[in-house]
């Protein structure tokens, strides 16, 4: 269940991947039972700073889709229609989630540049609104041990890019 804290954070229009100013929600790390890793994977983006109720997702960085999923129309799998995305400058793994059905035009294999729309935000899987839950690993597959702040992408970090 995604419950919506406190505004955490302002990202700049060129780290967003809405390619809008937006607002970061529930951030990276909340601890809590009712997540299988026990906190949060990922930082959740709210449909906010635009009119558009699903609005586009861009890639956050240039790199190769690895994993994707657009067959959810309700609550399952608990993180809805999702793409994942390997980063070429990083190796980090980027998977958005709960994405619209039927908006996600990529497939495994794809080369994307952060001007691609991987889908649009939406409400698919285990989630109580329209966001995008955006979940950094270093490894593809699934692990809670493996899971990076997404927000350090934003910032001065050892995973800080020029486009993300």
Not at 132 to 161: G, I, M
């Amino acid at each position: 269940m995604v419950r919506w804290y406190k505004i955490m954070a302002t990202v700049r229009t060129s780290q967003s991947p809405l390619h809008i100013t937006c607002t970061v929600g529930q951030p990276y790390g909340v601890p809590s039972t009712g997540y299988s890793c026990g906190f949060h994977t990922g930082i959740d983006f709210p449909q906010s700073g635009t009119s558009e109720i699903n609005p586009d997702l861009y890639a956050c960085c240039n790199g190769v889709v690895t994993y994707v999923y657009k067959n959810s129309t309700g609550t399952t799998p608990a993180l809805g229609n999702q793409v994942q995305i390997r980063d070429d400058a990083t190796g980090l793994y980027f998977r958005y989630c709960h994405m619209v059905h039927g908006s996600i035009n990529l497939n495994v294999g794809d080369r994307v540049t952060t001007n691609t729309i991987v889908g649009k935000m939406g409400n698919t899987g285990n989630s109580t609104g329209v966001h995008l839950h955006l979940e950094a690993s270093t490894v593809s597959s699934w692990q809670c041990s493996a899971f990076v702040d997404p927000r350090s992408t934003f910032r001065n970090s050892k995973y800080k890019r020029n486009n993300c």
